[in-house]
């Protein structure tokens, strides 16, 4: 189970903010909300992520709502190198797994 | 940082015959995980460790999968006998703490049996 939901598939032209949203309405008060993305023929990749508050690194932007029930993820520059499956998790701090469900297939358009 | 190794990358195996994937996590990492994937099923947590001591199992399809840690820097996850089924990319992962540390992952071993 993995408590998010997600679109199956988008599609960003190159060089625009690709905006993945995250849906977890059942999330309580002590799970954070991670992201991963897992580029083809690739392990998954760590991205970001928060509690409650917006965070932001080298790589993206989480923007999570006031109740927590949805996040988005923020690519601002979207390059080709950007096409992935991109997965949205919610974990809590002391539990070690961390559950995948199908996530987003982001499609950079040229 | 070499990251976490997986080894070997690719395995061609008959049905029947046993398999051992390997994996060096990070140094000093101390929780490991084995991961599955395959386009039915995506990623499936297998089993995981923490300081070299396994914790939860219940991912573990049936008793033909054994995982061992037998020391902070190696882990091994052995199929036997394998069945066509078990086609899939095996994933390595470690982390350094529980709680908010991000896993990282092996590059994978490709599996076929035939």
């Known amino acids: 189970d993995a408590k998010t939901t997600q679109p199956p598939s988008m599609d960003c032209a190159e060089g625009r903010a690709a905006n993945l949203p995250c849906n977890h309405s059942?999330?309580?008060?002590?799970?954070?909300v991670y992201w991963y993305r897992q580029i083809h023929s690739q392990g998954p990749q760590y991205i970001i992520h928060?509690?409650?508050n917006n965070e932001t690194n080298e790589m993206a932007s989480l923007i999570i709502t006031e109740d927590r029930k949805s996040s988005t993820l923020i690519l601002p520059h979207a390059t080709l190198r950007d096409t992935a499956v991109y997965y949205c998790?919610?974990?809590?701090?002391?539990?070690?797994?961390?559950?995948f469900g199908k996530g987003t297939r982001l499609h950079i358009l040229p | 940082d070499a990251g976490v190794i997986q080894s070997p990358r690719h395995e061609v195996t008959e049905m029947g015959q046993e398999v051992t994937l390997r994996c060096k996590p990070i140094?000093?990492?101390?929780?490991l995980f084995w991961y599955r994937q395959t386009m039915m099923r995506g990623l499936e947590l297998l089993i995981y460790f923490n300081n070299n001591v396994p914790i939860d199992d219940s991912g573990m399809p049936e008793d033909r999968f054994s995982a061992k840690m037998p020391n902070a820097s190696f882990s091994t996850l052995k199929i036997q006998p394998s069945e066509p089924r078990d086609s899939a990319v095996y994933f390595c992962?470690?982390?350094?703490?529980?709680?908010?540390?991000?896993?990282?992952f092996g590059s994978g071993t490709r599996l076929t049996v035939v």
């Open positions: 140094s000093g990492h101390n929780s």
């Open positions: 992962a470690s982390s350094l703490t529980r709680g908010h540390d991000g896993y990282t």
């Open positions: 928060g509690l409650k």
């Open positions: 998790i919610v974990r809590a701090n002391r539990d070690d797994k961390i559950i």
């Open positions: 059942t999330i309580s008060g002590n799970e954070y």
